[in-house]
């Protein structure tokens, strides 16, 4: 029993939902059109001859078959103005999906790396948050550490961070997850934690359980992003239950990147039902078919979530926010309030 009369009444129940986004990466939100566009604005010659080429491209068999064309397509990024754009588009379509709250992870590695200063990265990406809280959609920004990278990059870039400080609200951990385990980063990790910055860490999505175990024990981190594997291990997931963990769980994401074969098979409603604290994010929607109203739709259908799975979703979303306690009341109780008006 859905509890909704057609696809249609659900998803206009999704839409209306209140909701927060956890797990962005603003550069996967560079869709083929911008990228275009900023690859002509700045002289940047990409392997592509046209928008429908890029989309023909966006086929993955796993994680680095997508990171391989992600780290390209950043390569347009060059300017403050392109950081800027990039992220108010992003904006723009979150506040269509009715996002009340965004945490938005960046790389700035995959920008350093290529002569763009962290500086012009971070400016343009707060002028474009900057707008949007003058609108009334809140932001907190989640520096990634990419750990194909040495732990020395990393603490060189949280070095090149310090006087954004006020600006960035955690330290991520992402990139090609096997064979570059949490442990790899327990030293910068522990530095980011003693100057105040909340942490969370990709684990579990193409890693083994004992990832996301590290990222609790080595890490300390306050949210796992994905998770997926940890089902795999029942003591963990009593764990993760019992400590009220957030999953940031990103399901086209999980589709995308053969995380699961099929979308009836995602984990989701396995993960409500056993007390887990899951979120629905859209990861890298430009790669991945669909920002975070896509990404509930295409799971709620396919798993038949009912009101209720959905209402806890959303409430979640808020739960593991990096609000503070009234902000996160508010919008606690706008969900009540949508329940209530939509009963
Ligand atoms: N960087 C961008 N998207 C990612 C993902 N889904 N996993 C790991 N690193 C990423
Ligand atoms: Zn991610």
Redesign the pocket.
Known sequence: MTGFASPAARAAFIAGLPKAELHL?VE?SLEPEMLFALAQRNGVAIPFASVEAVRAAYEFGN?QDF?DI?YQGMAVLRTEADFHDLAAAYLARAEADNVRHVEIFFDPQGHTERGVAFETVIAGITRALDAAAARGLSSRLILCFLRHLSEADAEATLDAALPWRHRIAAVGL??S?LGHPPAKFARVFARARSLGFKLVA?AG?EGPPAYVEEALDILGVDRIDHGNRALEDPALVARLASSGMCLTVCPL?NLK?CVVDDLAAHPLRAMLAQGLMATVNS??PAYFGGYVNANFVAVADVLDLDRAALLTLARNSFRGAFLAEDERERHLAAIEAYDRATG
């Open positions: 990466h996967g994680l990171l992600y992402d990139s997850e990709h999505e994401s990147l990861d890298d």
